[in-house]
């Protein structure tokens, strides 16, 4: 459960963090990325908090504010916020992965996957481990 609450808390402060960097993308196409990726994020705050009451728990509601680890001001700081965002995300999922079992462990697989590649559009490379950025110890 505790894995599942802070995928909750992932996924709600993507939603935010997404409402304030999409202002700042230079590009439609960036813009309407930004637009699927938040919309995919507001649905998966659904999804686990479906899957947190199967369990018999509840999230937190969301925060009205989240602090953003630097401004965002242009769309490089925009882009490099998103790219944050997935890899936090991507990081959440990753933990679900190492404790669920069953569908659930699927299910959270597939999450992880779609914020990695969220995660190399916004940065524009890949990285080797999603989800384990600093985590691995080099």
Do not use: C, M
Not at 5 to 30: C, F, H, P
Not at 51 to 61: K, V
Not at 75 to 92: F, K, Q, V
Request: glycine share 6%.
């Amino acid at each position: 459960v505790t894995a599942l609450l802070a995928a909750a808390a992932a996924e709600n402060a993507a939603v935010y963090g997404y409402s304030v960097a999409g202002a700042r993308l230079a590009t439609g196409q960036d813009k309407n990325a930004a637009r699927t990726a938040y919309d995919a994020h507001r649905a998966q705050v659904q999804n686990v908090t479906q899957w947190l009451a199967d369990l018999g728990a509840t999230p937190a509601p969301a925060a009205p504010v989240y602090r953003l680890p630097s401004p965002v001001v242009d769309n490089p700081s925009a882009r490099a916020l998103l790219a944050a965002i997935e890899e936090s995300t991507a990081a959440a999922y990753a933990d679900v992965v190492a404790v669920a079992s069953a569908q659930l462990q699927r299910d959270a697989a597939l999450e992880l996957q779609a914020a990695a590649i969220r995660e190399a559009q916004w940065r524009t490379t890949s990285v080797p481990f999603p989800g384990l950025v600093g985590r691995l110890g080099a």
